[in-house]
C-alpha cells in the first residue's frame, strides 16, 4: 500500500530541515572596494597586486585568512569574479580563495566550465601557488591560465598545511591546457602572510583536535 501524499511531503520536510542550507557571500567591504578600482588589468603585475590587496583587505577587516584570488578574461582582462578565503567566516575548509574566486565566476556567466564554447578564455590569479584541494579545482574549473605570488613554501614557512601537492603539478597543469606563470609579485604576497600570522592570525589547517574518542 503506497504512503499518502501528505505522509511522504512530511517525511521529506523533516528530512531536509535537518541540513543547513550553505551559501557564501562576499563581505559588503570588497564589493565597495571593488567599485572604487579601474574596470580592467592590462598587466599581470597589475591583476597580482589587486589580489594581494585583497588578501591584505580580509585580514584587516577580520573576514578571513591571508590570501585572494580573481578570475579575469584574458582578451579584455576585466575582473570577472573575485575571491577571498572564507574558511573561518563560513565554517567551511572549502572556501579557499581560488574556490571562491572560480565558483564566483562560474554562477555570474551561470557555467560550470569556464573554457566552453563560446566565452572568452580565463585565468586565475591568485596570491599564492594553490593547495593540493586548489590544485584540482582549478583543473576541472575550465580557466586555461593561472598566475601564482607567493609560492606554496611560503605559506608552509608560516604554519599552513598545503597538502601532498605533486613537485611537478607545473608540468601536470599545462599538460591540461592551462599555463602557469609564477612568482609574479612574489615579495608582497609573502610578506601578507608574514604579517597575518605576527598579527596573530589563526592557522586554520585540520586535525588539531585530540585523537581521543570524545565521552
Known amino acids: 500500500m503506497p504512503f499518502p501524499t501528505k505522509d511522504i511531503n512530511l517525511f521529506m520536510k523533516n528530512l531536509t530541515s535537518n541540513f543547513p542550507r550553505f551559501q557564501l557571500e562576499l563581505p559588503q567591504w570588497l564589493i565597495d572596494f571593488l567599485q572604487e578600482q579601474p574596470s580592467t588589468f592590462p598587466t599581470a603585475e597589475a591583476r597580482m597586486d589587486l589580489v594581494t590587496t585583497l588578501s591584505k583587505l580580509n585580514i584587516e577587516q577580520g573576514t578571513g585568512g591571508p590570501f585572494g584570488a580573481g578570475v579575469f578574461r584574458t582578451d579584455t582582462y576585466e575582473l570577472v569574479a573575485p575571491g577571498i578565503n572564507l574558511v573561518l567566516s563560513s565554517q567551511s575548509s572549502l572556501a579557499h580563495a581560488e574556490i571562491v574566486a572560480i565558483m564566483m565566476a562560474q554562477q555570474k556567466l551561470v557555467v560550470h566550465d569556464l573554457g566552453a564554447n563560446g566565452l572568452p ?29 607567493a609560492r606554496g613554501s611560503d605559506a608552509e614557512a608560516i604554519g599552513f598545511d598545503e597538502g601532498p601537492k605533486p613537485g611537478n603539478w607545473v608540468s601536470e597543469l599545462e599538460q591540461r591546457g592551462i599555463t602557469v606563470t609564477t612568482d609574479i609579485g612574489r615579495l608582497n604576497a609573502t610578506q601578507v602572510l608574514k604579517n597575518y600570522v605576527t598579527q596573530g592570525g589563526e592557522v586554520y589547517n585540520s586535525r588539531q583536535g585530540s585523537l581521543e574518542t570524545p565521552r
Do not use: F
Not at 133 to 147: D, E, F, P, T
Open 121 to 149: 578564455p580565463h585565468e586565475l590569479v591568485t596570491s599564492c601557488e594553490p593547495c593540493t584541494m586548489c590544485l584540482g579545482a582549478i583543473c576541472w574549473s575550465g580557466v586555461r591560465h593561472l598566475i601564482c605570488g
